[in-house]
């Protein structure tokens, strides 16, 4: 039997785009992510890219077997309500996203991607 110690660290989610110029659109213009590094074997291969937002980070994949579209995420937040705020300011056409307040203690902010994929923005209360 093994002495060591297992750790594990947060998890990378993969979320699958169709669109470079959408992506980057929706992921840095309106999420405020950063784009971290981007990746393609050759001009006419898929992309693949890291972006992230503080400790968040999350990679997007053109390439067909990485994921699914339409999967969903998690990230825990502090001030949610903020976040809420501006992202409403922002007046992005495609997303209108509203506050919750959920059975669970938790106020969630949700958002879809421009591939169906969504993200929820939470904080326990």
Not at 10 to 21: A, Q, V
Not at 22 to 37: G, N, T
Not at 78 to 84: A, C, D, G, S
């Amino acid at each position: 039997m093994s002495t060591s110690k297992i750790i594990m660290k947060t998890p990378t989610p993969i979320l699958r785009i169709f669109d470079e110029e959408k992506a980057k659109e929706f992921y840095m213009s309106f999420l405020e992510f950063e784009l971290d590094w981007e990746h393609q074997f050759a001009d006419d291969m898929p992309l693949y890219m890291q972006i992230s937002h503080g400790g968040c980070i999350i990679h997007l994949s053109e390439h067909h077997g990485d994921c699914c579209p339409g999967s969903a995420i998690r990230i825990e937040v502090e001030n949610v309500k903020l976040i809420h705020s501006n992202l409403i300011s922002k007046k992005y056409k495609n997303s209108h996203p509203r506050i919750e307040t959920t059975p669970w203690n938790t106020l969630e902010v949700t958002v879809k991607d421009p591939f169906a994929n969504r993200i929820v923005f939470f904080e326990y209360v």
